[in-house]
């Protein structure tokens, strides 16, 4: 597997956009990639891999690709406080070195894909968590985040010995709101008189919410000693900070996107992950690289919800697995949403 460096990134991709001009006089919707020779590339959100979350998971997917497909792999990492037109040399770079797919993880390369796709026809661009943007070679992979957040709630109303959780977003963006919405609701259904504290790190255009791990542990602490004892963080890399500070604190903590009792990273602390909210991310990566390998690229929406385990709540912690009225609240739960019985809300 290659992997491009924050660095190089920018580099390569400049470099491809000169050529570009250079051999094509200056039209860049020339498309070399029609063979792609089994090369397959992820373009990761903020944080990079190594976030013990959201995009360890979209390489997980391509790990396996390259196990099981035979495909050669390529990831690029983002650059600090980078914009559109980064992202757009990037997806540029990727696509004219003939990877098919190219991935983008995360809905802040919906600008990017949108600009990049129509100029390479015959190269699927998967996008991560966003459908605002379509086309023919787009494959929109999403979920329903709202409905594995409201089976965390469940549990985290049921483990809560002071009637205090809390809920960290990265940064306050719609998506983030989906999980917000499905853990309040999972709460609140299961035990009204529970206070939900809420805190967003960020704001809109500042994304370091999902970069900073200091600022997930300090408003991690922050609810800690309003009296939650249990915390559940949709923040990326900035969630890890907040595990460690419940950890600390004796706290539960309920992690997101990946099974983060299984990451090594957060090794430490995985006594204090009660749960987590999981994302099938490397699945969707895997099955869109699959079908592009096999000759019939998915395109459009592909969304992955309950009733398929596309989201879901891990039960890896022995401690959790214990619990047995805790579990068989969740289960109860979750069948109530796949029958239709519970319909969870997608904002607050």
Request: charged share 20%.
């Amino acid at each position: 597997m290659r992997r491009i460096t924050r660095i190089a990134t920018v580099g390569i991709a400049s470099a491809a956009l000169a050529l570009s001009a250079t051999a094509c006089g200056g039209n860049s919707s020339s498309d070399s990639s029609s063979d792609n020779g089994g090369k397959v590339a992820i373009a990761y959100d903020i944080g990079g891999r190594g976030d013990q979350s959201f995009n360890d998971a979209a390489y997980a997917g391509l790990a396996k690709a390259e196990k099981d497909l035979k495909v050669e792999g390529t990831e690029a990492e983002p650059t600090e406080g980078e914009g559109d037109p980064d992202k757009v040399s990037r997806l540029t770079s990727l696509a004219r070195a003939g990877n098919n797919p190219v991935i983008g993880v995360g809905f802040a390369y919906a600008p990017a894909i949108a600009q990049v796709a129509p100029k390479f026809p015959n190269t699927t661009f998967g996008l991560i968590d966003d459908t605002s943007k379509t086309g023919k070679n787009i494959a929109n992979l999403v979920f329903n985040e709202e409905q594995g957040s409201y089976l965390a709630g469940v549990a985290a109303a049921k483990v809560t010995k002071s009637n205090i959780v809390g809920f960290i977003g990265g940064v306050e963006t719609p998506l983030i709101k989906k999980f917000e919405a499905g853990y309040v609701q999972g709460v609140k259904d299961t035990k009204k008189n529970v206070t939900v504290k809420v805190q967003y790190l960020t704001q809109p255009p500042d994304f370091g919410g999902f970069s900073k791990p200091d600022l997930g542990k300090a408003a991690a602490q922050g609810q800690i000693d309003a009296g939650a004892d249990v915390i559940y963080a949709a923040a990326g890399l900035a969630g890890s900070g907040s595990i460690e500070a419940a950890s600390k604190a004796g706290k539960w903590a309920i992690g997101v996107d990946s099974d983060q009792y299984n990451q090594k990273g957060l090794a430490a602390y995985k006594a204090s992950i009660l749960t987590s909210v999981t994302k099938d991310v490397s699945g969707a990566v895997f099955n869109l690289i699959k079908s592009v390998e096999d000759g019939k690229p998915q395109t459009g929406e592909i969304r992955y919800g309950l009733a398929k385990n596309g989201v879901g709540l891990a039960a890896s912690n022995p401690a959790y697995t214990k619990m047995t009225d805790v579990t068989a609240a969740v289960d109860k739960a979750k069948a109530a949403i796949t029958d239709g019985t519970i319909t969870v809300k997608t904002a607050p």
